[in-house]
Nanobody, 123 residues
Framework: QVELVESGGRLVQAGDSLRLSCVAS????????MGWFRQAPGQKRTFVGV????????YYADSAQGRFTVSRDNAKNTVYLQMNNLKPEDTASYYC????????????????WGQGTQVTVSS
């Protein structure tokens, strides 16, 4: 099982940018599809974006399209979520996750999760 640790979340203002990191340990993530999800208080965990193992493809939720970018550095066993033009509705805990499958968007298709990092966007 791979261990994932997210970092980079903090309080920012609307319009700011933020980059989240997800560092993996225990085993390499180079063969895993890696996804980002978020969860606001009282809400379900929802898909944000995903990147395939070779970085050849990325997919995003409508809310993230055009503002967020998922990337990965397999040599560093790390995945990133670059978030630009942040909005108050982006406020949530952000989680990275690993999947045996490529390009999947359902939480149940991911087998390993990090503990989350909090992003708060003030208006």
């Amino acid at each position: 099982q791979v261990e994932l640790v997210e970092s980079g979340g903090r309080l920012v203002q609307a319009g700011d940018s933020l980059r989240l990191s997800c560092v993996a340990s225990g085993r390499t993530i180079e063969h895993y599809g890696m996804g980002w999800f978020r969860q606001a208080p009282g809400q379900k965990r929802t898909f944000v974006g995903v990147i395939t193992s070779s970085s050849s493809r990325t997919y995003y939720a409508d809310s993230a399209q055009g503002r967020f970018t998922v990337s990965r550095d397999n040599a560093k066993n790390t995945v990133y979520l670059q978030m630009n033009n942040l909005k108050p509705e982006d406020t949530a805990s952000y989680y990275c996750a690993a999947s045996y499958y490529e390009g999947v968007t359902g939480p149940n298709e991911y087998h390993s999760w990090g503990q989350g990092t909090q992003v708060t966007v003030s208006s």
